[in-house]
């Protein structure tokens, strides 16, 4: 079986490396890549972090793979004898509610996040107050906080560790980009590639994360996948409070420590998102007068003095429709699989859903986990799987 694989970011080279691990050389594996030096993809530009409170079963599950990967990767990820150093620091994500209904919702996931055996605490005002003094509280009604399996990493080492054990197993990497595409019937059968190359396919994973719906429009098929550009700060406080989680603050503000400072960036909601494929290498400063500062000195008294050190910005590859990613056969090619759309959880969840793509292409079902919930078809059924824990 020949499969091309379009993208080599963290879930694309995921896809390759345990497709050549399962089948090895029973399948024939290339990817297209148009920047192997990753400068302007999200696994570079990423803040990296993994965290198990999600409100859907199955991204808490491909979080839990995905910490197993990076916690223990020498089993997964090893070649000649060599371990990767993917930077896992052990941490936890605080997600905190300041309205009744808020309240409610970490309640409902924190449940949902037990059930599926995340160490997630739902915890009082009074008990937040206790574990963090250096936190405004006075406003929370209620919080969760990761007591294992949360932390942060670095991701380029994560995408880079994917791509060289995908090549140690076989798969082949090459520079390009698709323009086009040639169809036998609903199938697609050979990608056109810049250059006047043609790649002959059985089968397609689409995995070029914020540009892979510019991918689809150039082979004709509407993939509902757009890249959104996104700032992160990088911060210093005069005061020292210690070691934070990654605190997901209601205002849509979020921090976590980094180094001797800290990381931070404003998430917006639908109507206050950036117009998509804004360039990139051009950070909006104003937000941290506009949304941060305000937000983190209301939060963390101490962060009144807080300042900016320097910035940078990514693209999120965002699925708007319902912000969970799309993993599957594209509903009008059945050769086409989808794997993008993740809305910022993309690096966490690469290993588990490369893992996924290449069990339906070698075995035409997921074995380890179910990752149905996700199928494109569900965009064209209309119906809508909501991840309410996005960032």
């Known amino acids: 079986m020949r ?41 570079a530009r990423s803040a990296a972090s993994i965290r198990q409170q999600f409100s859907n079963a199955v991204n808490v599950q491909l979080s839990r793979f995905g910490f197993e990967v990076l916690a223990q990767p020498g089993p997964w990820l090893a070649v000649d004898g060599q371990t990767p150093a993917l930077g896992l620091q052990h941490a936890d994500y605080l997600f905190l509610a300041t309205t009744p209904a808020g309240a409610e919702v970490l309640r409902r996931n924190q ?8 160490a997630i605490a739902l915890l009082s005002p009074q008990a937040l107050a206790q574990e963090l003094p250096w936190l405004h509280t006075g406003d ?48 697609l059968a050979a990608l056109q590639l810049a250059d006047g190359q043609t790649l002959a396919a059985d089968q397609v994973v689409l995995a070029a994360g914020a540009w892979s719906g510019a991918v689809g429009a150039a082979l004709g098929l509407a993939v509902p996948v757009e890249g959104r550009r996104r700032t992160v700060f990088v911060l210093r406080c005069p005061t020292p409070i210690g070691r934070t989680p990654l605190v997901v603050d209601p205002s849509g503000v979020w921090f976590r420590s980094e180094g001797e400072g800290f990381i931070g960036g404003w998430s917006p909601g639908e109507a206050d998102a ?25 939060r963390v008294p101490a962060f009144e003095a807080l300042r900016v050190q320097r910035a940078w910005d990514g693209y999120y590859e965002v699925h708007p ?22 809305s910022g959880h993309g690096l966490q969840h690469a290993p588990g859903a490369g893992r996924g793509v290449a069990e339906w292409l070698l075995h035409g079902a997921y074995r380890s986990i179910d990752l149905s919930d996700l199928s494109p078809q569900r965009v064209a059924d209309g119906r809508l799987f909501t991840e309410k824990a996005i960032i």
Do not use: Y
């Open 111 to 118: 449940a949902l996040q037990r059930a599926q055996g995340a």
């Open 274 to 298: 950036d117009p998509a494929g804004l360039p990139l290498d051009q950070p909006d400063l104003q937000q941290f007068e506009d949304r941060l500062w305000p937000a983190l000195a209301h």
């Open 321 to 342: 429709a319902d912000h969970n990613a799309l993993l599957g056969p594209h509903p009008a090619c059945p050769n086409l699989l989808l794997a993008c759309g993740f």
């Open 140 to 187: 929370v009604l209620a919080a969760t906080r990761g007591r294992g399996g949360e932390g942060w990493f670095d991701g380029e080492a994560l995408a880079r560790a994917l791509a060289a054990k995908a090549r140690a197993l076989g798969a082949v990497w090459q520079r390009g980009r698709v323009v086009g595409g040639r169809f036998d019937g609903p199938r």
């Open 3 to 43: 499969v091309v694989v379009v993208g080599g970011g963290a879930v694309g080279a995921a896809v390759a490396m345990f497709l050549k691990r399962e089948a090895g050389a029973a399948v024939q594996v290339t990817v297209v890549e148009p920047d192997p030096t990753l400068a302007l993809a999200s696994s």
